[in-house]
């Protein structure tokens, strides 16, 4: 009599998706000669509802295009909708010292994030000019 041998995959649990994200705007259509913003940062996701920034910089890029950039931390949670968290600024001129680098900066929401990243815009006044980058969060996946 031949015996099968029965092999049961057990759940791994899921791992985080930690690590850096960079996020890159430009001024113009065409990337003129190179105006715009930076933001970036090293993301530690915590838990389901948490993730963590550090070394997280935005940056004015030169040369000046006299619009200032602005960035902060999103999250896209698992219903869909989105958490965002305060506006940092670069507030000095594309030749002034960057802001940050800062660490320990938490997003926390009340429901799953199901990834997480860094929008960064240029204010052009009577609108904002974006982009953004995310990783996933292996604890909702």
Same mark, same amino acid.
């Given at each position: 009599?031949?015996?099968?041998?029965?092999?049961?995959?057990?759940?791994m649990?899921a791992?985080? %998706?930690?690590? $850096?994200?960079?996020? #890159?705007?430009?001024?113009?259509?065409?990337?003129?000669?190179? %105006?715009?913003? %930076?933001t #970036?940062?090293?993301?530690?996701?915590?838990?389901? #509802?948490?993730?963590?920034?550090?070394n997280? =910089?935005?940056?004015?890029?030169? $040369?000046?295009?006299?619009? #200032?950039?602005?960035?902060?931390?999103?999250?896209?949670?698992? &219903?869909?909708?989105?958490?965002?968290? =305060?506006?940092?600024? &670069?507030?000095?001129?594309?030749?002034?010292?960057?802001?940050?680098?800062y &660490?320990?900066?938490?997003?926390? =929401?009340?429901?799953?994030?199901?990834?997480?990243?860094l929008?960064?815009?240029?204010?052009?006044? $009577?609108?904002?000019?974006? %982009?953004?980058?995310?990783?996933?969060?292996?604890?909702?996946?």
């Amino acid at each position: 009599m031949a015996s099968a041998a029965l092999l049961v995959a057990s759940p791994m649990p899921a791992m985080a %998706e930690d690590g $850096p994200v960079y996020a #890159r705007v430009w001024t113009y259509p065409s990337g003129g000669s190179g %105006e715009g913003g %930076e933001t #970036r940062a090293d993301l530690n996701f915590t838990s389901a #509802r948490s993730v963590t920034y550090n070394n997280w =910089t935005i940056n004015d890029i030169c $040369p000046g295009d006299n619009y #200032r950039v602005i960035a902060r931390a999103r999250a896209q949670l698992r &219903d869909g909708s989105w958490a965002n968290g =305060t506006w940092h600024e &670069d507030d000095g001129t594309c030749d002034s010292d960057a802001w940050g680098p800062y &660490d320990g900066r938490e997003l926390n =929401t009340s429901r799953d994030i199901m990834k997480a990243g860094l929008q960064v815009c240029v204010d052009l006044g $009577p609108s904002l000019k974006c %982009e953004a980058e995310y990783r996933d969060n292996g604890h909702t996946s």
